[in-house]
């Protein structure tokens, strides 16, 4: 697949983008497939993350850095990148369309633990069609709170 990601280490789900700006509605489907509303799941972390309302679990965290993708939201990605491999920039490609998540395996990532793995296959449409994003993601908790480490 071709290299969307034009800044940061090289992630494989950080080489496609996300949609146009304005992201889901509030009281539609959230995109990470959880079955609650995108308000009520992923949208509540994208608009609290400042105020320091973070996921719990390492699988909650990808959950919502998948909807930051299909939202658009690259400052939440940023936000919830460990800083040893957070790039200095994040541009999304507007020309991928982010459809769905399944969560394949997680490895530990509990509220108590220090690091979690997440493997997922993550779906989406672009100009050549529809294809799968398949990754293994690392997570570590530092200060109570789980990022994004980096994805294989």
Do not use: K
């Not at 800044?7 to 700006?21: D, E, F, I, M």
């Not at 793995?117 to 570590?140: I, K, M, N």
């Amino acid at each position: 697949m071709a290299n969307r990601r034009d800044a940061g280490p090289s992630t494989p789900l950080a080489q496609h983008g996300g949609p146009p700006a304005g992201g889901p509605p509030a009281a539609g489907r959230c995109p990470c497939l959880s079955g609650e509303t995108y308000g009520r799941c992923c949208g509540a972390f994208h608009a609290g993350f400042a105020e320091g309302v973070w996921p719990a679990t390492a699988e909650a965290l990808m959950r919502s850095r998948f909807s930051a993708f299909a939202a658009g939201r690259p400052d939440y990605l940023l936000a919830t990148w460990h800083a040893s491999t957070r790039p200095a920039g994040l541009r999304l490609d507007d020309g991928v369309a982010w459809t769905g998540l399944e969560i394949l395996r997680r490895e530990a990532g509990g509220p108590f633990d220090a690091d979690g793995l997440v493997e997922f296959a993550a779906h989406y449409r672009d100009d050549s069609g529809r294809g799968t994003q398949r990754e293994t993601s690392r997570f570590v908790r530092e200060g109570g709170r789980w990022y994004y480490l980096d994805g294989r």
